[in-house]
T-cell receptor, first 113, second 117 residues
Framework: GDSVTQMEGPVTLSEEAFLTINCTYT??????LFWYVQYPGEGLQLLLKATKADDKGSNKGFEATYRKETTSFHLEKGSVQVSDSAVYFCALSLIQGAQKLVFGQGTRLTINP | EAQVTQNPRYLITVTGKKLTVTCSQNMNHEYMSWYRQDPGLGLRQIYYSMNVEVTDKGDVPEGYKVSRKEKRNFPLILESPSPNQTSLYFCASSLRLPKRSSYNEQFFGPGTRLTVL
């Protein structure tokens, strides 16, 4: 079935470090891909999206490129801040399945000053 | 302010005592959904609704019921809660997609942390 696999966490970095969170997917057809972020005590918020191969989603300094050949959608940021501490979820959406989002297991990121 | 609200935010209950978690959205969205979040498993869909009076099972529907009598509300009902339903629950909503489109942005509520003793 359709699935999303994220790198295991937790991830701990120092402020201004480079961030990569790996995400790969398995899907029948052509999914749209998303990164959602969950700040402590809050619901999920859409961080960025890509709807077709080679699209690059970007927001708040984060980027991810839809790589069809490697079925990947890795999240990157060049210089993280303490305020980026959160749980990050990679997800896909298919036409079938009534708009259901399929989520990865989440990666907890902690940024130390 | 456009938002999805859930109540209660925190609930501790005992096995077998029926409970309802409410979800309401003010964005006139057709599609609403319930997810549960468990460590190491991410979010899994429980039930969804494409519109009023139209509901269907997600991936983990056992032990849950839903109803969609009004467009804005989508309550989650646990008729006889058990400890394995201890989890963090999220309601989400979105506009219904036109055909051939695979993009949707779902808006999430703040979550309800449920503990069943």
């Amino acid at each position: 079935g359709d699935s999303v696999t994220q790198m295991e966490g937790p991830v701990t970095l120092s402020e201004e470090a480079f961030l990569t969170i790996n995400c790969t997917y398995t899907a029948t057809g052509y999914p749209s891909l998303f990164w959602y972020v969950q700040y402590p005590g809050e619901g999920l918020q859409l961080l960025l999206k890509a709807t077709k191969a080679d699209d690059k989603g970007s927001n708040k300094g984060f980027e991810a490129t839809y790589r069809k050949e490697t079925t990947s959608f890795h999240l990157e940021k060049g210089s993280v801040q303490v305020s980026d501490s959160a749980v990050y979820f990679c997800a896909l959406s298919l036409i079938q399945g009534a708009q259901k989002l399929v989520f990865g297991q989440g990666t907890r990121l902690t940024i130390n000053p | 302010e456009a938002q999805v609200t859930q109540n209660p935010r925190y609930l501790i209950t005992v096995t077998g005592k029926k409970l309802t978690v409410t979800c309401s959205q003010n964005m006139n969205h057709e599609y609403m959904s319930w997810y549960r979040q468990d460590p190491g498993l991410g979010l899994r869909q429980i039930y969804y609704s494409m519109n009023v009076e139209v509901t269907d099972k997600g991936d983990v529907p056992e032990g849950y019921k839903v109803s969609r009598k009004e467009k804005r509300n989508f309550p989650l009902i646990l008729e006889s809660p058990s400890p394995n339903q201890t989890s963090l629950y999220f309601c989400a909503s979105s506009l219904r997609l036109p055909k051939r489109s695979s993009y949707n942005e779902q808006f999430f509520g703040p979550g309800t942390r449920l503990t069943v003793l």
